[in-house]
DNA sequence: CGCGATTTAATCGTGCGCGATATTTATGCT
DNA sequence: AGCATAAATATCGCGCACGATTAAATCGCG
C-alpha cells in the first residue's frame, strides 16, 4: 500500500517529464521550418525580448548552464541567426546578437503560440493558470534544492 | 503588442520545460545515493510495478522509443540492477527483469516521494491535481500531434 | 508451405543538459 | 604596481532523447 506513492502515474515529475518532451515533439514540425530546435527556440524568444544579451542574462532567463548554452549558440551562428561578439567594455562576457535573418525569424514565428494554444486543448484563461501554477513549482523545486553551483540562474535578487 | 504571445514567460512549454529540469536536479542527490540517474528511476518505477516487461512496453509507459531505452537498459544490466533476456516464445523481445539487488532498491526509493512532495511546496491534493491536468496536456498534444512513428507508445486502442 | 509484410530491438548520428575543469579577463587589497 | 580572487565563457565527458535505418524473428496470406 506504501506502493502507491511510487506509481509511475502518481509522479508529478513524470507528469511533467512527458508533457514537456510531448510538447517538444508538437512544436519541432514548426520550428523545423524555421531552421530552429525547441531550446534554440527558446533562446531566440530571449533574443527577440532584447538583443544583445550576454551569454549569462541568457542562462539566467532560460535556467541553463553556458556549457548547454555555448554550442548551441555557436550553432545558431552557424545557421546566421545570431552574431556571438567578446564585449568592448568586459572582455568576458560574449555579447550575442540577432542578425537580419534571426530579427526576421519572428515574423514567421509569430502564428507559432497560437497553433499550440489549439493543440493544448486549453483555453487561454485555463492555460495561463496552469502555466502560472507550473512556473511556482519550478520556484519551489529551486528553492528546496537549495544555491546549486549557481555560476548562473535561479534567483538571486536580494 | 502582438509581441506578448511570443513572450518567454508566457510559454506553457517553458514552464514545463524549466519546471521537468528542476524536479530533475532535485532528485539527483537522492537518487545518486541509488546508483540511478533519474530517467533510470523512472523505468525501475515500471519495473517495480510489473517484472519482466518488454522494451517496448516499458516505452509505452515512458513514452520513449527503443533507441532512448536499450542504452539505458543496457546501463542499467551494468550496475546490476536489471537483467536483458531474449524472450522463450518470441526471440524478438527483451525481458527486463529485477536482479535481487533492483528488487532491493526499492525500499531505499520508498521515502523519495514524500521528499519531493515537501520539496514542491504543494500539499497532496494540489499535487494531485496539478498532475492530472498535466497528464491531460500530455494526452491532448500527442493527440493533436497526429500519429508520429509510433513504433511505441501513445494510444493504440482501437 | 513459402514469401512478403509486420513487429521488435538495436545501431548510428545529432543535439540538449549537466558537472567538473580550464582559460581568460577583471577586480580588490595592500 | 603586484598578486590572489572572482567572474564569464569555453571545453570535456557522460547520459538522455529522437529520427532514420538495420537486422532478425514472427505473422499472414495465398
Not at 541567426?81 to 509569430?110: F, M, N, P, Q, S
Request: aromatic share 4%.
Amino acid at each position: 500500500m506504501t506502493d502507491a506513492l511510487l506509481q509511475l502515474d502518481n509522479q508529478l515529475c513524470f507528469a511533467l517529464h512527458s508533457a514537456s518532451h510531448a510538447f517538444a515533439r508538437a512544436y519541432k514540425p514548426r520550428l523545423q521550418k524555421l531552421g530552429l530546435t525547441y531550446p534554440q527556440y527558446l533562446v531566440m524568444l530571449v533574443l527577440w525580448e532584447g538583443d544583445g544579451q550576454t551569454v549569462n542574462r541568457i542562462g539566467e532567463r532560460l535556467f541553463l548552464e553556458s556549457s548547454t548554452l555555448t554550442p548551441l549558440l555557436k550553432r545558431l551562428e552557424a545557421a546566421g541567426h545570431v552574431t556571438r561578439r567578446r564585449g568592448v567594455e568586459d572582455e568576458r562576457e560574449v555579447r550575442i546578437h540577432l542578425t537580419e535573418r534571426g530579427r526576421a525569424l519572428k515574423a514567421a514565428a509569430a502564428e507559432i503560440p497560437a497553433q499550440m494554444l489549439a493543440a493544448s486543448a486549453l483555453d487561454a484563461g485555463e492555460l495561463g493558470r496552469l502555466r502560472e501554477e507550473i512556473a511556482a513549482l519550478r520556484a519551489a523545486l529551486d528553492a528546496a534544492g537549495g544555491s546549486r553551483s549557481r555560476p548562473m540562474g535561479s534567483l538571486n535578487q536580494v
